[in-house]
């Protein structure tokens, strides 16, 4: 664990709803999600501002019930100004933490062609440029390697720019191999890189879903996960109770390793993530 921050967070990640019925839905899991009292909830942005009024509409809601938020800031297809308008609508909400991403921009919408940022280390720099200390910065790091990074080595170097930017402490991609993460907190500690790097974790409910996932953002599925989960087709009671017991595992290993806190990517969905944090015996789980 990392000595700038000894106290174990456990964040649960949220996307804005597409209508207003999957809005009010939310609201009812995300009141279900609160009763564990997670140190915050952080809600995607898609990148080129695909989500601004579901994700604005989602923080606003989240900061009316009083609820730690960080809003994530996709820059890729942005200008400077977008970007500042954003930190300033988040800054008069009394929101001082952010999720700082490249993000992928949507097919249709053009490479990147016409923003001012290429990579998530200028937009954090910028952060720090614009408002000082303000915001906490987490940025995205990759047990399993990004899929566009050269190699392995390039990739960590491009971590460690985020970092000498100014991020406090990196989310991972979700992966299901412990030893990809504990490889790649042993190789930033050799890089003296020491923020806390805290393991995204993806719950097992859909094998489809999860399948198309992992291929889009380069996740892999061990060949033993996968082999159980084709197989139990349809039957979607055994596929959870199958990826319960393998994420829980997962998360067992994790923080028996050190790891410092678990950042739940909830699908919006809070009784799969519950499940886990009550198994688990995280704090505020009763
Ligand atoms: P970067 O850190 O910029 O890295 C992207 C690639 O470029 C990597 O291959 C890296 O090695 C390379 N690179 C980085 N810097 C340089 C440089 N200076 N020179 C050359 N190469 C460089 N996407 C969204 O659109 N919205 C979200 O809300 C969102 N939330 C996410 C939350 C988490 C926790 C994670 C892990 C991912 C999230 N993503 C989100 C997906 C993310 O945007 C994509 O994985 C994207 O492809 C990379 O974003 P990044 O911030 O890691 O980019």
Redo the contacts with the bound molecule.
């Keep these: 664990m990392s000595p700038q921050d000894p106290t174990p967070t456990y964040s649960l ?1 949220l996307f804005p709803p597409k209508t207003a019925e999957r809005m009010e839905r939310l609201k009812g899991e995300i009141a279900t999600l609160n009763t564990v009292a997670p140190r915050y909830f952080s809600v ?4 080129g501002g695909s989500t601004r009024k579901g994700t604005f509409e989602t923080v606003s809601w989240l900061r009316r019930q009083g609820i730690d938020t960080a809003p ?1 800031l ?1 820059c890729i297809g942005s200008t400077q100004g977008e970007v500042l308008e954003l930190l300033e609508h988040y800054r008069e909400q009394g929101i001082d933490r952010l ?6 921009l949507p097919s249709g919408m053009g490479g990147g062609i016409g923003g001012d940022f ?5 937009l954090v720099a910028f952060i720090r440029e614009r408002t000082g200390d303000h915001f906490r910065i987490e ?4 047990p399993e390697y ?4 050269g190699t392995p080595d ?2 960590l170097a ?2 460690k ?2 970092v000498e930017a100014g991020a406090d402490a990196a ?3 979700y992966f299901y191999n412990a030893d990809a993460y504990f490889a790649l907190v042993e190789r930033c500690q050799a890089l003296g890189i020491d923020i806390p790097i805290v393991p ?1 974790i993806m719950p097992i409910t859909n094998h489809s879903q999860l399948a198309r996932f992992s291929d889009a ?1 380069g996740a892999e599925i061990p060949r033993w996960i996968r082999r159980r989960l084709e197989g139990f087709g349809d039957d979607l009671a055994s596929t959870r109770e199958f990826g319960h017991q393998v994420v829980l595992q997962l998360c067992r290993r994790l923080l028996e390793g050190g790891a410092p806190g678990l ?1 739940f990517y909830t699908m919006n969905q809070s009784g799969p993530t519950l499940r886990l944090w009550r198994d688990l015996g995280l704090p505020g789980g009763a």
């Design positions: 990640e995607t942005y898609g990148a994530h996709a999720v700082a991403l490249r993000g992928d290429r990579y998530a280390n200028e940025v995205a790091a990759y990004h899929p566009q990074s390039r990739d491009n971590f720019r985020k989310i991972t991609q995204g953002c950042h």
